[in-house]
DNA sequence: CTATCCTAGTGCGTGCGTTT
DNA sequence: AAACGCACGCACTAGGATAG
């Protein structure tokens, strides 16, 4: 096979899968370009049997690397720790193709994170791209029974999974709509109604803008932040709905760049967690 | 005070028994 | 026969104790 033509057929796979790995777009488009740099130049192309199990074994070990390179800048990370945001009319995003988009979804993002490197790749490998045992265990280099643990113990790391996330509908998105209204007009009593009694706030500036270092709890105090912060941005900010991660989403756009990224789990009717990315490193990709 | 040795705890891989 | 759960045992780590 041709390397354009494994490019144009493996490229949405791969990208997705250091996508969840990683949590990092530009990151996993690096890792993607370099593997099928190594395809390209690899000297005797009929000795690699199988392109797709080849690219994968590269991209799921480079992905490895990375995180385990990246642990240690992690522990320093500055505040609440969210992956890049997926914006759903970005073009350029193959993974939107993909189906499962729960599993791209914010919430699923994170609960990755608690799981190590190896368990991280198993798990995505067997759970959302259904390879076999045997063709995990020589991407990874462990024994296949090996790998079935190592599965076995993430999913049960998985088990406290939180309700999982819904897919979108116009319902929730017009939901958000009237949110994000209520917010706009400060509507307190409205913002508050339409928060879970237990909904979470989560802030991603990465230490370089202003954000909440800490999840916000409680409908209360939520209702109150987004008040006080709304009072806050330029007269000139514009609001976009999106999908964001699979999920109801907003961006804040000021000056022409994307500021915000902002998205929303529905549950039961009432939102029950809001993803907000302002870190400008994990925007670059939507501003290019 | 320091060095090394011991032990309790944890994480991980293997293999066996069970299920479908 | 393949997939799965579980328990066992090995290896590594950290914290404490004892000897030098």
Not at 75 to 82: D, P
Not at 88 to 102: A, G, H, Q
Not at 118 to 138: C, M
Not at 156 to 182: C, T
Request: glycine letters at 4%; aromatic letters at 8%.
């Amino acid at each position: 096979m041709e390397t354009a033509q494994a490019y144009r057929t493996y490229k949405p796979l791969l990208f997705s899968l250091a996508y969840r790995m990683l949590g990092s777009v530009m990151d996993a488009e690096d890792i993607v370009h370099e593997a099928f740099l190594l395809l390209g130049a690899a000297s005797d192309k009929t000795k690699i049997n199988n392109i797709k199990a080849y690219l994968c074994k590269i991209v799921t070990n480079r992905c490895i690397d990375k995180l385990r390179s990246a642990a240690k800048q992690r522990e320093v990370y500055i505040g609440t720790w969210l992956p890049e945001p997926i914006v759903e009319d970005d073009i350029n995003d193959p993974s939107i193709s993909l189906e499962k988009k729960e599993t791209i979804s914010t919430a699923f993002l994170l609960l990755l994170q608690q799981l190590t490197e190896v368990e991280r790749a198993v798990f995505l490998l067997r759970e959302v791209f259904q390879y076999d045992y045997d063709d995990i265990a020589s991407i990874v280099g462990r024994s296949s029974t090996n790998c079935r643990q190592i599965f076995h113990r993430a999913k049960k790391g998985m088990m406290h999974r939180p309700d999982s996330v819904k897919p979108n509908d116009d319902h929730s998105n017009i939901y958000l709509e009237k949110f994000a209204q209520a917010v706009l007009d400060g509507n307190m009593d409205l913002v508050h109604a339409m928060l879970k009694k237990d909904a979470v706030f989560y802030s991603d500036g990465g230490g370089k803008v202003m954000a909440a270092l800490r999840p916000i709890f409680s409908a209360d105090h939520i209702a109150r932040f987004l008040l006080g912060v709304i009072t806050k941005l330029p007269a000139n900010a514009t609001y976009q709905f999106k999908n964001v991660n699979g999920s109801p989403g907003m961006i804040v756009m000021i000056d022409g760049r994307i500021d915000y990224v902002v998205s929303f789990e529905v549950n039961d009717g009432k939102i029950a967690k809001i993803y907000m990315v302002s870190n400008p490193d994990k925007l670059n990709h939507l501003n290019q």
